[in-house]
Structures are given as C-alpha cells and as structure tokens.
C-alpha cells in the first residue's frame, strides 16, 4: 500500500494498536480495524467499561474511606475547640487535588482545540475532494454539450453549404465522427457522477457532529472549572453551605469524567487501528459504497507508479481526435472559404469551440491525475490520525486528572467541613447592637442596679 505523502503513522499509533483486545467472553479479538463485525465492537465495548470499572471502584473508595471517617474517629471531648492534628494537611491536600484539576481543565482545553482542529481538516480535505469531483463532472457535461451542439449545427451546416465537392462534404463528416467520437471518450471520464457517495454530505455531517461533540466538552470543562473555584472559594470562606453544593457537584463531574475517559479509550484504540493501515478499510469502503471499479479507486488512494491511469487510454484517444478534428478544419478553411466564403462563418464557430474543447480537455487531464485527489486523502489521513488522536489523546489525560482531583477533593472536604468553626445563629451579631440578647440582658443588669 502506498502511503499519502507526508503520512506516517506516529509512535501513538503504533503503542495503542498493540494493546492486546478481547471480547466479552474475554477471547482474543485482532486489532485490525473491523467496526461492523460484532467481536470488534464488543471489544471497544470493554475498553470503554473499564472507565466504568473505574468509576465504581472509585465510588467505592470514597464511600469506605468516608464511613471510616465519620464512624470510626473519636470523641471529642466537650467544650474542645482545638484544631485536630493533621487538620492543615487535610485542606492543603484538598486544594493542592483542586489545582492539579485545574491543570488538567488547562490540558483539556487544548486536546479539544486539537481534536476540532484535527477534524477541520478531514471536512477541508472532504470539500476539496468534493469540489474537484464537481468540476470533472462540469466540465465533461459542459464539453459533451458543445460537441453535440457543433455537430448538430456547425457541422451540418458545413455540409449544406459543401455539398457540391465530394471530397469536402467527406472531410466535414470526418470531422462529425471524430468529434462524436471525443464526445463519447469524455463521457466515461466522469466516473463520479451518479455515484450515491458524497463527499459533500461526509463532510456536513462530520462537521455536524464534531459542532456538538466540541460544545459538549467545552460545557464539561467550564462546568469542572467553576467546581474548583467555587470550592477554593468555599475553603477560603470556611462557608459550609458551599462546600456542601460543591461536594455533590464533585460527584456529578466525576461521574462525568469518567464516563468521557470510556468514550475517548474506545475512541482513541478504534482511531489507531483504523490509522494503522487506512488503505485498505477505506478502499474497501469506498468500493461498497460507490461501486465505481478496483482500478479507479486504487489509482487514486494508492497513486504509485505501479498502477497506470485508468483514464489514459481515453484521454489518449480524445486527444488524437481532437488533433484530427484541428487538422481537418484546417484543411477545410484552406480548400473551402476560396471556393465557399458562406463557409467561413461555420468554420471559425467550430474552431472556437475546438478552442474551448481543448481548453476543458487539458484542465481535465490535470484535474483526473491522482495526485490531486490523492493529496486530499493524505490531508484528511493527517488530521484524523495525528491532530484528532493527540486531541484525544490529551482529552484523555484530563479526565484521568480530573477524575482523581475530584476523588481526593470528594475524600477531602468532609473532613475540611469538620474543620470549620461552628456555625451560631447570633456569631456574627455586633457586640453594641442592642438586639443581641446578651448585650440586652447586660442593660437589664445595669438598669436594676440603679
């Protein structure tokens, strides 16, 4: 298989499509890329299970290590107001857990950026392919047009008005041949029309996908973002109704990251093994999907010296045609005008539109060589298999951050909670104020020793 020019697969790549698979039944699976067979899917099934694993075993922990803590410390003894010994590393541990968590928002932020960046170039590559197909397609129909339309009239015309010499009448249908003859040359060169596949429509919907995938995560990272400072905040305030809100958000965001840390796993060991030889599930996809023949299909994606244009043989003969259809008119015009002056006008309209024929005729050959198309299929080859993967791949180190920032904070701040003073409804009351019921019963004392 011929690589696109500048594709390679990274290290990334070649680590992930290592990791050995299994099914449910815990049986081998190969790491070939497969996603409609149903033993592929169950093993990316349980790669994603295991951020699920994760997540009960953590619960687990946080759930015996918070039990322990409120059931099994000693009493304190009344009227204690001391600080419990370790109380300082408690909170300090908490906040340096909510850091650590925002360092890994900072992270996630970044494989988002280039996990949309990754896929901005699968959708570029997809419109620029679509928009090269289009112009074959144009440009043949609109070639094909004017042929029939010269035929039709120029050339029949050319022989009303020839049809007094045999041998020009003659050379005028010579001229008919050949240029239906191009015409039908040219239409089998438009080998993506009818064609079901469009690029157009992939890349709408990958763009459609990736626009809610991208607002998904951005939500998931601001919303793990206020968490952390609004627990910094609740610390610093010793507010424990803020802790309190914050705790059991912890605990959605958790479960939040690590059920995005599944996603990104399965996504991300697929993502290699797809990356690790793309060639072969995307011609035979491509082939299913479109119809359009093995050579076709290889000369494009592969696009080696190995494998001749399968075009070329009728780009060959189109351009003999065109050279005999040039020559004959040149002949006619020399012969013909002399004897014939209502000639020249038919002649000089079919040399235009030989003009324009063998202008269309040379942007198709360009536009049907392989290294076009081929080059796309290398750009879209590079943003999803090293952009979109080290995005994931770095989405994937904030969910694991974030999972285990959230764990300690989630053990740590019932234990910040108990730290904080007792909360009394007249503790911030002011001393003068004559409301406070202390202060009003010093004035009762005063009044009644007057």
Same mark, same amino acid.
């Given at each position: 298989m011929?690589?696109?020019?500048g594709y390679?697969p990274?290290?990334w790549?070649?680590?992930?499509?290592?990791?050995?698979?299994?099914?449910?039944?815990?049986r081998?699976?190969?790491?070939g890329?497969?996603?409609?067979e149903?033993?592929?899917q169950?093993a990316?099934?349980l790669?994603a299970?295991?951020?699920g694993?994760g997540?009960?075993?953590?619960?687990?922990?946080?759930a015996?290590?918070?039990i322990?803590?409120c059931?099994c410390?000693?009493?304190?003894?009344?009227?204690?107001?001391?600080?419990?010994?370790?109380?300082?590393?408690?909170t300090?541990? !908490?906040?340096?857990a909510?850091?650590?968590?925002?360092?890994?928002?900072?992270i996630?932020?970044?494989?988002?950026?280039?996990?949309s960046?990754?896929?901005?170039?699968?959708?570029s590559?997809?419109?620029?392919?679509?928009?090269?197909?289009?112009?074959?397609?144009?440009?043949?129909v609109e070639?094909?047009?004017?042929?029939? $339309?010269a035929?039709?009239?120029?050339?029949t015309?050319?022989e009303?008005?020839?049809?007094?010499?045999?041998e020009?009448?003659?050379?005028?249908?010579g001229?008919?041949?050949?240029? $239906?003859?191009?015409?039908?040359?040219l239409q089998?060169?438009?080998?993506?029309?009818?064609?079901p596949?469009s690029?157009?429509?992939?890349?709408e919907?990958?763009? =459609?996908v990736?626009?809610?995938?991208w607002?998904?995560y951005?939500?998931?990272?601001?919303?793990?973002l206020?968490? !952390?400072?609004f627990?910094?905040?609740?610390?610093?305030?010793q507010?424990?109704w803020?802790?309190?809100?914050?705790?059991?958000?912890s605990?959605?965001?958790?479960?939040?990251s690590?059920?995005?840390m599944?996603?990104?796993?399965?996504?991300?060991?697929?993502?290699?093994?797809?990356?690790s030889?793309?060639?072969?599930?995307?011609l035979?996809l491509?082939?299913e999907?479109?119809?359009l023949?093995s050579?076709i299909l290889n000369?494009?994606f592969?696009?080696?010296?190995?494998?001749?244009?399968?075009?070329?043989q009728?780009?060959?003969?189109?351009q003999?045609a065109?050279?005999?259809?040039?020559?004959?008119l040149?002949g006619?015009?020399?012969?013909?005008v002399?004897q =014939?002056?209502?000639?020249?006008?038919?002649?000089?309209s079919?040399?235009?539109?030989?003009?324009?024929?063998?202008?269309?005729?040379?942007?198709?050959?360009a536009l049907?060589?392989?290294?076009?198309?081929h080059?796309?299929y290398?750009?879209?080859?590079r943003?999803? !298999?090293?952009?979109?993967? $080290?995005?994931l791949?770095?989405?994937l180190l904030f969910?694991?951050l974030?999972?285990?920032?959230?764990?300690?904070?989630l053990?740590?701040?019932?234990?910040?909670?108990?730290?904080?003073?007792?909360?009394?409804?007249?503790e911030?009351t002011?001393?003068?104020?004559p409301?406070?019921?202390? $202060?009003?019963?010093?004035?009762?004392?005063?009044q009644?020793?007057?």
């Amino acid at each position: 298989m011929g690589a696109p020019p500048g594709y390679r697969p990274s290290a990334w790549v070649h680590l992930l499509h290592q990791l050995p698979r299994a099914d449910f039944q815990l049986r081998p699976v190969p790491s070939g890329f497969a996603p409609r067979e149903q033993e592929y899917q169950q093993a990316l099934l349980l790669v994603a299970a295991l951020a699920g694993l994760g997540l009960g075993l953590s619960l687990v922990f946080i759930a015996v290590y918070l039990i322990r803590f409120c059931c099994c410390r000693p009493p304190e003894p009344p009227g204690a107001k001391s600080t419990p010994p370790g109380g300082g590393c408690v909170t300090w541990s !908490c906040v340096a857990a909510l850091l650590v968590g925002c360092a890994g928002i900072g992270i996630g932020f970044y494989g988002n950026s280039e996990t949309s960046d990754g896929v901005s170039q699968l959708s570029s590559a997809l419109l620029h392919a679509n928009h090269t197909l289009s112009t074959i397609d144009h440009l043949v129909v609109e070639t094909v047009e004017k042929l029939d $339309e010269a035929v039709r009239t120029e050339l029949t015309t050319l022989e009303e008005v020839l049809a007094q010499r045999t041998e020009l009448v003659a050379a005028t249908r010579g001229a008919r041949r050949q240029a $239906e003859a191009v015409a039908q040359q040219l239409q089998g060169l438009a080998f993506w029309q009818g064609v079901p596949l469009s690029p157009l429509q992939v890349a709408e919907d990958v763009s =459609f996908v990736e626009k809610y995938r991208w607002l998904a995560y951005v939500l998931l990272l601001l919303l793990e973002l206020l968490v !952390c400072l609004f627990t910094l905040v609740g610390l610093a305030k010793q507010s424990k109704w803020l802790v309190v809100v914050m705790t059991a958000m912890s605990l959605v965001v958790l479960v939040l990251s690590w059920g995005s840390m599944g996603l990104e796993a399965a996504t991300a060991v697929g993502l290699s093994d797809f990356c690790s030889n793309p060639d072969t599930y995307v011609l035979n996809l491509t082939q299913e999907e479109t119809g359009l023949s093995s050579d076709i299909l290889n000369y494009y994606f592969l696009c080696n010296q190995a494998i001749t244009n399968p075009f070329q043989q009728r780009l060959t003969l189109s351009q003999r045609a065109l050279a005999n259809i040039h020559s004959q008119l040149q002949g006619l015009e020399r012969e013909a005008v002399p004897q =014939f002056p209502s000639a020249q006008k038919p002649l000089l309209s079919l040399e235009e539109t030989l003009n324009v024929t063998e202008g269309n005729f040379h942007q198709l050959v360009a536009l049907l060589h392989c290294r076009g198309l081929h080059k796309d299929y290398g750009v879209a080859l590079r943003g999803l !298999c090293e952009d979109a993967l $080290e995005g994931l791949l770095f989405l994937l180190l904030f969910s694991l951050l974030s999972a285990g920032a959230l764990a300690t904070t989630l053990c740590s701040l019932p234990r910040a909670w108990a730290l904080f003073p007792p909360s009394d409804d007249y503790e911030d009351t002011d001393d003068d104020d004559p409301f406070n019921p202390q $202060e009003s019963k010093r004035f009762v004392q005063w009044q009644s020793s007057i």
